[in-house]
């Protein structure tokens, strides 16, 4: 019961926080729509939409995207991308139960450390500042937006961190399993 009303506590903060960043986002992405003709033919929207498939199709530094493949029968890759030093995954996740989730989400370590090992590892850390990571549910409703720490990639990569470890982590983050009393859950606002 306790941890029932714990998730439905961090579920409200949580929603309170996306809501937040929504019409942030959304308030960006009105701004793209309005956009005015450059003296070279091209609109504005026309430039930024090719620049940004450039950074998010053309490559992601030092991370071979044909090499990352989720193996998992409720997560998909929604999109992957990069963009001014932010590594950005959305997923879309099948399952509502928490057990199913957490061992699914397992399937990120090895996708990523198979892709950023065909490629380039220090060129990967030294262009992946942020790591933002985002789950939606199968109506393409974004349901949870969150960055991570690019270090456990790392970590995890170099053996520092267990699969496990990550995933506890992000669940921890979300909410969705109880604070094993380390440093990130005293807090009790």
């Not at 942030?24 to 504005?44: M, Q, R, V, W």
Request: aromatic share 8%; net charge negative; charged share 35%.
């Amino acid at each position: 019961m306790k941890r029932r009303q714990m998730l439905i506590g961090t579920g409200g903060l949580l929603t309170t926080t996306l809501v937040g960043y929504s019409s942030i986002s959304l308030a960006h992405d009105a701004e793209d729509e309005h956009t005015k003709p450059e003296k070279n033919g091209h609109t504005k929207h026309r430039d930024k939409e090719e620049r940004r498939e450039d950074d998010e199709y053309g490559g992601i530094p030092g991370f071979d995207r044909e090499e990352f493949e989720l193996d998992s029968d409720v997560l998909s890759v929604k999109d992957l991308g990069f963009h001014e030093g932010t590594l950005k995954l959305s997923v879309i996740v099948e399952t509502t139960d928490e057990d199913v989730l957490a061992e699914e989400l397992r399937a990120l370590v090895p996708a990523f450390n198979q892709a950023i090992r065909e490629a380039d590892v220090d060129e990967f850390f030294e262009a992946v500042e942020e790591f933002k990571f985002a789950l939606y549910d199968e109506c393409d409703v974004r349901r949870a937006a969150l960055y991570l720490d690019v270090e456990w990639l790392r970590e995890c990569l170099f053996g520092d961190l267990t699969t496990e470890e990550f995933v506890n982590r992000i669940l921890m983050i979300l909410g969705a399993v109880e604070d094993d009393g380390g440093p990130e859950g005293n807090n009790t606002d």
